[in-house]
């Protein structure tokens, strides 16, 4: 069970119906969570059998390989490199090695010290200089590559961080500098990583690249993805994807969230420079850097939905994934959420007659931090919904979930919150005050303090975040 404050959050003492959707939201969670395990997703997707190490539909013929490499980094990559492992085990005809960065924040005490896979801790979601060890390590791993060898590539969110390699002439210190003032800008992923790619020797390409200067040795990446729309080149910020983005376009970004004038001196003049580089500022997308180049999605939020959705099915309710591309600024979206609710109850009130709603949700909010509080995008567009609905007169049972499925979000230990008729009763039973609240991004604290916090600790899982929304009418 992932769950560890199942207990503070089912308490015995609260009204019937609003526990039973408490349970019935909760189990959900537990569901989507063992859904997009990264082993079950690899057993699902990769298997050997005889000499054939067999991807979704295509095969490759382990013996005309010398060795195998596997490299790698993200919130996913441990428990993926661990079922690869499990796989290369039954396969001793070839011999492999390799080098996983993976989160801090993970417990990796199942790991055998026997294992040829070596795992590397570094900082997410500020790289730290583990995490760049860890990564010029596998670089020296690909150069010493030949044109007859494997190269598997385990690949998910998270891995922007996990796996540094700027440029020349940009330090560490100024690569983290530039990746605290995105985060804190209310960028998206895809814009945020936009940036981090023309700052990147692994980024946007440039590992595809690496390896045909190095061997020309062919490459599988498996990837799990934690994008909205799980476009490949966001994932992770691509290192085997052709980037199509420019000089730029980082520019342009750094000037729409007006960081330009704020990031170091080295990172805008490296921009300026290759932007006004005509042979720098084009995309990275020439195709015989790719030609040996296996790219597969291998998981998404998807997996997870389908699965809550069949279970919710059977206990009755009517299921609706209103959207896979929740993004956008968390406290706008929580201010509306209640609009959209209302609109869904209208739509079903005249095409169906079953009382049980489920609305359910994917993707990825920001937000733009103006305050020093503990909070998560999910935490914020939860709270802000609840300043929006404290007058408004519900009369249906409710309960609204907003998670991040790696299990930590924000700078909170939490994945999210849970949001009921309870917790709106208690508000307004206290007159709880939302302003300090809302203009500290303290969401976190506001939660906690209420018991309504979700807490798993890191899950070792990385899709798109989840939004669950179960209604009763029949009270």
């Known amino acids: 069970m992932y769950l560890k404050n199942l207990s ?34 690899i057993q699902k997707n990769v298997k050997i059998v005889k000499d054939k190490l ?40 070839i011999n492999y090695k390799g080098l996983i960065n993976i989160p801090n924040s993970l417990n990796i005490k ?33 150069e010493n590559t030949t044109t007859d060898d494997l190269i598997i590539f385990l690949l998910s969110g998270g891995g922007s961080a996990l796996l540094p390699m700027p440029k020349q002439n940009i330090s560490l210190a100024d690569l983290q500098a530039t990746n605290s003032l995105l985060i ?28 045909y200067d190095s061997s020309k040795a062919t490459v599988i990446t498996l990837i799990i993805s934690d994008v909205v729309g799980n476009n490949l080149e966001s994932i992770a910020s691509g290192p085997t994807v052709p980037d199509l983005t420019t000089f730029k376009d980082s520019y342009d970004l750094l000037e729409k969230y007006q960081l330009l004038n704020k990031v170091p001196s080295s990172v805008q003049q490296l921009i300026e420079t290759g932007m006004n580089d005509p042979t720098l500022n084009k995309p990275l997308d020439i195709p015989i850097y790719f030609k040996k180049v296996h790219n597969y999605l291998i998981g998404s939020v998807e997996s997870s939905v389908k699965t809550i959705s069949d279970y919710l099915k059977k206990l009755n309710f009517v299921v609706d994934y209103f959207s896979n591309e929740i993004v956008g600024e968390a406290a706008v979206f929580g201010e509306e959420l209640y609009k959209l609710i209302s609109h869904k109850l209208q739509d079903f009130a005249e095409k169906s007659k079953k009382q049980k709603i489920a609305l359910v949700g994917t993707g990825e909010l920001t937000v733009t931090i103006k305050g020093k509080g503990i909070g998560g995008r999910n935490q914020e567009m939860l709270l802000n919904f609840l300043n929006d609905i404290k007058d408004k007169n519900i009369d249906y049972n409710f309960i609204i979930i907003g998670v991040n499925l790696d299990g930590i979000e924000g700078n909170s230990k939490a994945m999210g919150a849970l949001v009921d008729n309870v917790l709106l009763a208690q508000l307004i039973k206290n007159n709880i005050d939302f302003e300090d609240y809302l203009k500290n991004n303290d969401s976190n604290s506001f939660f906690k303090s209420l018991n309504s916090e979700i807490i798993t600790g890191a899950t070792g899982i990385n899709v798109n975040d989840l939004l669950l929304i179960l209604i009763d009418l029949h009270n």
Do not use: C, W
Request: charged fraction near 25%; hydrophobic fraction near 40%.
């Open 54 to 93: 067999i991807i979704r539909n295509d095969a490759f013929d382990l013996s005309t390989f010398s060795e195998i490499l596997v490299i790698g980094g993200g919130k996913a990559s441990a428990q993926m490199a661990l079922a690869i492992e499990e796989l290369l085990k039954k396969y001793p005809k």
């Open 184 to 211: 804190a800008s209310g960028a998206s992923i895809h814009e945020i990583n936009t940036v981090r790619k023309h700052l990147s020797d692994i980024k946007g390409g440039s590992l595809a690249k690496k390896v």
């Open 8 to 41: 503070q959050l089912t308490p015995n003492n609260i009204k019937e119906e609003s526990l039973a959707l408490r349970r019935v939201s909760l189990n959900a969670l537990e569901i989507a969570l063992n859904s997009v395990e990264p082993e079950k997703l």
């Open 110 to 142: 199942t790991h055998s010290a026997s294992s040829k896979i070596k795992m590397n801790l570094g900082s997410h979601p500020i790289p730290d200089e583990s995490g760049l060890s860890g990564t010029k390590m596998m670089f020296n791993h690909v």
